[in-house]
């Protein structure tokens, strides 16, 4: 039996989902690279460090990616969304290195009932991932469309 999702009534300010433990290997940065970042320090390790990121490195749309399914593991999944009409901020903001681990979390911001989709809300989240020293590697903020569980309470 599955659990009931998480719909726009359950998303208040201040809730926080965590996210990972997700650790990045070598083979899958240079996979990704291969496919879609075709960049030298993304391909190799030899030409990571002659680079100013200092060893092989994700590209910042892996560790973007990498961020959506700790997202997806987390709670997406989980919720009565109807997607995401888009991102505000994406931030790269240190290298992912091959062997960092990633952890952090997305923190609800804000939530309004959409006036133009009777029956949805927007919820806004601020994000955060870190390596395994605690640095900060990625913030982005976006905000998701999600069902509300008694839109006929909302709109009275």
Avoid: C
Avoid at 69 to 82: C, G, K
Avoid at 86 to 115: C, F, N, Y
Avoid at 134 to 150: D, P
């Amino acid at each position: 039996m599955q659990a009931e999702r998480l719909h726009y009534e359950d998303f208040t300010p201040g809730r926080r989902f965590e996210l990972g433990p997700r650790t990045v290997t070598a083979a899958e940065i240079i996979e990704f690279a291969k496919e879609f970042d075709p960049q030298p320090m993304h391909l190799s390790e030899e030409a990571g460090r002659a680079s100013i990121l200092g060893g092989l490195s994700a590209s910042g749309w892996h560790t973007s990616s990498l961020f959506m399914r700790m997202m997806i593991d987390s709670y997406v999944l989980a919720t009565a969304s109807e997607g995401a009409p888009g991102i505000d901020v994406m931030q790269w903001r240190k290298p992912v290195i091959a062997g960092d681990t990633l952890s952090g979390h997305s923190t609800v911001e804000a939530a309004r009932p959409m006036r133009s989709r009777p029956g949805l809300g927007i919820v806004t989240f601020g994000h955060e991932l870190f390596n395994q020293r605690g640095e900060l590697v990625l913030s982005a903020r976006n905000s998701i469309m999600v069902r509300q569980r008694n839109p006929e309470k909302a709109s009275a």
